[in-house]
């Protein structure tokens, strides 16, 4: 399991600069999971999506499921 969380700021809500954006990665034999999460301290917004390896309905996508469906950015992989 790994873990990377930036501060990237400019809440939707609330407009903090201390809004973060966090990615975990988690991955066995067979079940691979990322996930990600937008979360502001001040006024508690929140938001999160994960990409499921065993996901029926939507294909899994590893390219897409690096990338930060709120902010864009990629995620660092790690070896
Ligand atoms: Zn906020
Ligand atoms: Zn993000």
Known sequence: ???????????????????????????????????????????GFRQTEAFRSDDEDEPFDPVAAQTCPFCGRTAKRTP
């Open 1 to 43: 399991m790994s873990r990377e969380r930036i501060t990237i700021g400019g809440c939707p809500k609330c407009g903090s600069d201390l809004l973060t954006c966090q990615q975990n990665h988690f991955q066995n034999d067979e079940l691979e999971i990322y996930s990600w999460e937008h979360k502001c301290p001040d006024c």
